[in-house]
């Protein structure tokens, strides 16, 4: 910056024109002119500044946005993004924004203009990804699986399930491989799975005994608990499961736990498959040495399955087929009372 203020000052200070814009020639004593000099100085330099902090400021549309909303200030958020869009284009910050007021508007049950947000990104965000690809950043695939996910929710409430599902659907197609798979399976499962038969597991990578294939465990009922090394509401929820495995023994119950690897631990950034995978192995054993549960380790089960949230709790019923997807924990009454229906008492 300082040399910009130098060019500055140097372009200030060699101009030939008075002050009514008329060349005067070169002035061999400028300063006469030194107080004009100065304040055009201080001008250009808080201009200069201003301009270096109109990124930053927008660069915090998102938290803008949440902060708002989180206030129930619908009004503000509102101004703040209308504000923003009249300095810029529509950025994958300024989408992910925008997703927030879909959120938003789904929470508080404003169906109407939950779908215009939802649709708002989602058009928006096509027309980014006819220049740039999904993944580059996380703004911009935040924003577009929020879209697809308030729609479909939306759309669900409002009695069209069909299309709904036709919507998701249509995005997996769409995404295969992308980021957002995970969510969009979730929303997909959370419309479409209950009542319908589990898909299989990928059980070729294990961690303490081997799984066995849900095809066999017809007759028993099933719980799925999908769980991350790094997963403190997994923690948490560990011994409500082992209660409630205890309980429901006599049932029949069989706990599988399938997780995944992600790249790291809680020591390495990047860590090889093989040290991730014996540090989870150290997590179960620690955290989870109550639970008697076979653990698949595969990225496949969590596409499948949609969890894209740790934990997921999956039941599946003597007939093999799901009655409860959730994503997020669950409460010791809540899930023992699922559990009961899962197994037919």
């Given at each position: 910056?300082?040399?910009?203020?130098?060019?500055?000052?140097?372009?200030?200070?060699?101009?030939?024109?008075?002050?009514?814009?008329?060349?005067?020639?070169?002035?061999?004593?400028?300063?006469?002119?030194?107080?004009?000099?100065?304040?055009?100085?201080?001008?250009?330099?808080?201009?200069?500044?201003?301009?270096?902090?109109?990124?930053?400021?927008?660069?915090?549309?998102?938290?803008?946005?949440?902060?708002?909303?989180?206030?129930?200030?619908?009004?503000?958020?509102?101004?703040?993004?209308?504000?923003?869009?009249?300095h810029t284009q529509a950025t994958a910050?300024?989408?992910?924004?925008?997703?927030?007021?879909?959120?938003?508007?789904?929470?508080?049950?404003?169906?109407?203009?939950?779908?215009?947000?939802?649709?708002?990104?989602?058009?928006?965000?096509?027309?980014?990804?006819?220049?740039?690809?999904?993944?580059?950043?996380?703004?911009?695939?935040?924003?577009?699986?929020a879209a697809y996910e308030v729609e479909?929710?939306?759309?669900?409430?409002?009695?069209?399930?069909?299309?709904?599902?036709?919507?998701?659907?249509?995005?997996?197609?769409?995404?295969?491989?992308?980021?957002?798979?995970?969510?969009?399976?979730?929303?997909?499962?959370?419309?479409?799975?209950?009542?319908?038969?589990?898909?299989?597991?990928?059980?070729?990578?294990?961690?303490?005994?081997?799984?066995?294939?849900?095809?066999?465990?017809?007759?028993?009922?099933?719980?799925?608990?999908?769980?991350?090394?790094?997963?403190?509401?997994?923690?948490?929820?560990?011994?409500?499961?082992?209660?409630?495995?205890?309980?429901?023994?006599?049932?029949?119950?069989?706990?599988?736990?399938?997780?995944?690897?992600?790249?790291?631990?809680?020591?390495?950034?990047?860590?090889?498959?093989?040290?991730?995978?014996?540090?989870?192995?150290?997590?179960?054993?620690?955290?989870?040495?109550?639970?008697?549960?076979?653990?698949?380790?595969?990225?496949?089960?969590?596409?499948?399955?949609?969890?894209?949230?740790?934990?997921?709790?999956?039941?599946?019923?003597?007939?093999?087929?799901?009655?409860?997807?959730?994503?997020?924990?669950?409460?010791?009454?809540?899930?023992?009372?699922?559990?009961?229906?899962?197994?037919?008492?």
């Open positions: 910056m300082g040399l910009i203020i130098e060019a500055l000052r140097h372009r200030l200070t060699s101009r030939r024109f008075d002050s009514g814009g008329r060349n005067a020639g070169f002035l061999p004593n400028r300063l006469a002119r030194l107080p004009s000099i100065l304040h055009h100085e201080v001008m250009l330099r808080k201009l200069w500044l201003l301009l270096l902090l109109v990124p930053f400021a927008q660069a915090d549309i998102v938290e803008d946005v949440r902060i708002a909303l989180a206030q129930n200030n619908f009004a503000a958020a509102d101004s703040a993004l209308k504000s923003y869009r009249s910050e300024y989408l992910e924004a925008l997703s927030w007021m879909a959120r938003a508007s789904l929470a508080s049950r404003h169906f109407d203009s939950a779908l215009d947000y939802a649709r708002q990104t989602r058009a928006q965000s096509a027309a980014l990804l006819k220049t740039r690809k999904l993944d580059v950043e996380p703004h911009l695939p935040t924003a577009l699986g479909a929710q939306v759309l669900a409430e409002q009695g069209n399930r069909a299309q709904a599902i036709a919507l998701l659907r249509s995005a997996v197609a769409k995404y295969p491989g992308a980021s957002i798979l995970p969510r969009l399976q979730k929303n997909l499962n959370l419309i479409a799975l209950t009542g319908q038969p589990a898909p299989p597991l990928d059980e070729a990578k294990f961690l303490a005994s081997k799984p066995a294939p849900l095809a066999q465990l017809k007759g028993k009922p099933v719980l799925l608990f999908f769980w991350a090394h790094w997963c403190a509401d997994c923690k948490i929820e560990a011994p409500i499961i082992a209660r409630l495995q205890q309980e429901f023994a006599p049932q029949g119950l069989v706990v599988l736990g399938p997780t995944q690897l992600y790249g790291y631990t809680a020591q390495q950034e990047h860590a090889a498959p093989q040290s991730e995978l014996s540090y989870i192995e150290a997590v179960r054993q620690r955290f989870y040495a109550n639970l008697d549960m076979a653990v698949p380790v595969s990225t496949r089960n969590f596409i499948t399955y949609g969890a894209s949230t740790t934990p997921t709790l999956v039941l599946i019923n003597r007939a093999g087929k799901v009655t409860l997807f959730h994503p997020g924990a669950l409460a010791y009454d809540e899930l023992r009372s699922a559990l009961q229906q899962a197994a037919g008492q």
